[in-house]
């Protein structure tokens, strides 16, 4: 039995997810886990998906997380969360932002958004869902919504062994700290 976790943070280019990857990665390297992160970008500039794959434990060998083995699927649009679901594993925790990005066939009108997101998601799993773009609306910076995000992922996976405030001092602009640790908090409070 492995004590392997594995983070899929899925989303779209410009949300700021490989940021949020880079937090977290480096928090728990700071708590002494072994840490494989995997990137992939599809289209990620023109507003295509983006996800990233963080794999931590004792001794991790692989970056990639297989279909049915996501403890946890982090989705910054919601559609993406869709999308993603055959990775997350039976019991698995899904934290999704209420938040509609899209995509380019949308747009060009070939399909619809889907419909009941979230009913489709709580059906399938433990589902926490919350508007982390209004949260970093609220706090003065959209773009704090990735540092949201993370929040409410910490207090999901339990991860309170690592100094979250001070990872992400180090990983965003000085001016920009002091609303990122708010935007931190914020998401924590999301999560019961």
Do not use: C
């Not at 928090?27 to 886990?33: D, H, M, T, V």
């Not at 295509?48 to 910054?76: L, M, N």
């Not at 380019?104 to 508007?131: C, H, M, R, W």
């Not at 002091?178 to 931190?184: Q, S, V």
């Amino acid at each position: 039995m492995s004590d392997v976790k594995n983070i899929l943070l899925v989303g779209v280019g410009g949300q700021g997810i490989i940021l949020a990857s880079k937090i977290l990665s480096e928090g728990l390297i700071s708590a002494g886990y072994d840490v494989k992160m995997s990137e992939v970008h599809g289209m990620a500039q023109r507003g295509g998906s983006v996800t990233t794959q963080v794999r931590f434990g004792k001794k991790v060998y692989s970056p990639i997380i297989g279909k049915g083995q996501a403890d946890i699927i982090v989705s910054f649009e919601k559609m993406e969360s869709l999308r993603w679901m055959e990775y997350l594993k039976v019991g698995g925790k899904v934290v999704v932002n209420d938040y509609e990005i899209p995509s380019a066939p949308i747009l060009a009108g070939s399909v619809k958004y889907p419909q009941n997101i979230i009913e489709t998601l709580k059906e399938k799993a433990d589902t926490t869902v919350f508007k982390a773009a209004d949260i970093a609306k609220e706090l003065g910076n959209i773009k704090t919504m990735n540092v949201v995000m993370v929040g409410a992922l910490v207090k999901a996976m339990g991860l309170d062994e690592v100094n979250w405030e001070n990872v992400v001092r180090e990983n965003v602009k000085e001016s920009l700290a002091d609303i990122n640790i708010e935007a931190l908090k914020k998401g924590m409070e999301q999560v019961k």
